[in-house]
């Protein structure tokens, strides 16, 4: 279901999909060196068909999305921020769609659980936006009017993954959490 980007392979191929799913859609690219959490997402068969980053979050305005959105200023965001992630890089390739969003959504509620995520601050393209609240009932809240942001208008937004991963069974579409296992290079 995923790859935790954790050699230089796994992450040019990381930036290679969400480069790819960025250009088609017109954003503007960018390339942070800071300290992330990268998965690629895989389907069924293994191929690699998408991305997620997920980044610390800290309330100065050091940090980007600070930048583009005050999520600082919201009282829940502040009162608890080292329970607070950003997201970041979400991206499928166009030939993988819809068919695996389920499994990208399933990274971030195992992450999210495993990490005692509570609040993740991102901005949301707004077709996904509306995908992601009334198609997959994620528990997600808009905290602004729409921004224009490298290329297209985002919606920053509040998703609540605590509600998903103590209720799991409120959502069909949440997978078991299944890594790709490691294969090994044997040289003959």
């Known amino acids: ?24 859609k ?3 690219l960018e390339n942070e060196n800071g300290t992330s959490d990268r998965y690629i997402i895989t389907d069924t068969k293994d191929q690699r068909v ?3 980053e997920f980044k610390p979050y800290s309330l100065g305005l050091d940090n980007n999305i600070n930048s583009v959105f005050p999520f600082y ?10 329970s607070v992630i ?15 969003l ?22 949301l393209e707004r077709m996904f936006y509306k995908a992601l609240r009334n198609v997959y009932k994620i528990p997600l809240q808009a905290v ?22 103590q209720n799991k069974s409120h959502y069909s579409w949440v997978l078991h959490d299944q890594p790709v296992p490691k294969r090994k290079l044997i040289f003959t």
Request: charged share 25%.
């Open 144 to 165: 602004g009017d729409k921004i224009y942001y490298k290329g297209d208008y985002v919606i920053p937004a509040i998703i609540y993954p605590q509600e998903i991963y």
């Open 1 to 24: 279901m995923y790859l935790k980007v954790d050699s230089l392979a796994l992450l040019n191929s990381f930036n290679q999909i969400w480069m790819e799913c960025w250009l088609e």
């Open 86 to 100: 950003e997201i970041d890089k979400v991206a499928i390739l166009k030939q993988y769609r819809g068919k695996n």
């Open 73 to 82: 200023e919201i009282e829940d965001i502040a009162k608890n921020p080292q």
């Open 102 to 123: 389920d499994r990208l959504l399933s990274v971030f509620v195992h992450y999210s659980e495993k990490h005692q995520i509570s609040h993740c601050v991102v901005l």
């Open 50 to 52: 998408g991305t997620i």
């Open 26 to 28: 017109g954003y503007v």
